[in-house]
T-cell receptor, first 116, second 116 residues
Framework: DSGVTQTPKHLITATGQRVTLRCSPR?????VYWYQQSLDQGLQFLIQ???????AKGNILERFSAQQFPDLHSELNLSSLELGDSALYFC???????????????FGEGSRLTVL | AQKITQTQPGMFVQEKEAVTLDCTYD???????LFWYKQPSSGEMIFLIY??????QNATEGRYSLNFQKARKSANLVISASQLGDSAMYFC?????????????FGSGTQLTVLP
């Protein structure tokens, strides 16, 4: 158990809809990262937050947005969903109890999104 | 540009034998970190091992070791005494110091199958 909690684990929705994925980082971790894993694109970095502020942006579509709240949990909002958005969405955290020199990311179990 | 390259989409190994999973990377920064993660069929991402660019010795963690050849920009994962439970997808990843961002860039992965 990594200590990172993601909900929901599975989500099935239709094209054009909007969903919100939620992540609670490990206790003490200030950084939250969102990754998308699809069959054709592999693991793609979407966005990072550190203590409530956006720190880095990767290949995140304009239809997607995220935020980190004062209690450090984070939400990833996906709107106007398309078939190609079907993927496993990971949240990861770091910065707390992980060794400062390595800074490995601790991943949640992912949220599997299926867009029909 | 591809920063992390894993050229073996799939690998087979006999139980109890050793196996090497290849990873090459590309960076012009002298300071970087290299990681290996394991993703079993259940989907979670499990951190295995870390190598810093300035580390003098190859990293080891139990049955996992990292064959770090800096001049060749390779960071191969060696798994000794393979077990059936080692069957999984393995990802190599790199972190470059990019301001304060500490996200990881992942390779495309190698699917390892351990045969009884």
């Amino acid at each position: 158990d990594s200590g990172v909690t993601q909900t929901p684990k599975h989500l099935i929705t239709a094209t054009g809809q909007r969903v919100t994925l939620r992540c609670s980082p490990r206790s003490g971790d200030l950084s939250v990262y969102w990754y998308q894993q699809s069959l054709d694109q592999g693991l793609q970095f979407l966005i990072q937050y550190y203590n409530g502020e956006e720190r880095a942006k990767g290949n995140i579509l304009e239809r997607f947005s995220a935020q980190q709240f004062p209690d450090l949990h984070s939400e990833l909002n996906l709107s106007s969903l398309e078939l190609g958005d079907s993927a496993l969405y990971f949240c990861a955290s770091s910065g707390g109890r992980s060794r400062a020199i390595t800074g490995e990311l601790f991943f949640g179990e992912g949220s599997r999104l299926t867009v029909l | 540009a591809q920063k992390i390259t894993q050229t073996q989409p799939g690998m087979f190994v006999q139980e109890k034998e050793a196996v090497t999973l290849d990873c090459t990377y590309d960076t012009s920064d002298p300071s970087y970190g290299l990681f290996w993660y394991k993703q079993p069929s259940s989907g979670e991402m499990i951190f295995l091992i870390y190598q810093g660019s300035y580390d003098q010795q190859n990293a080891t963690e139990g049955r996992y070791s990292l064959n770090f050849q800096k001049a060749r920009k390779s960071a191969n994962l060696v798994i000794s005494a393979s077990q059936l439970g080692d069957s999984a997808m393995y990802f190599c990843a790199m972190r470059e110091p990019s301001g304060s961002a500490r996200q990881l860039t992942f390779g495309s992965g190698t699917q390892l199958t351990v045969l009884p």
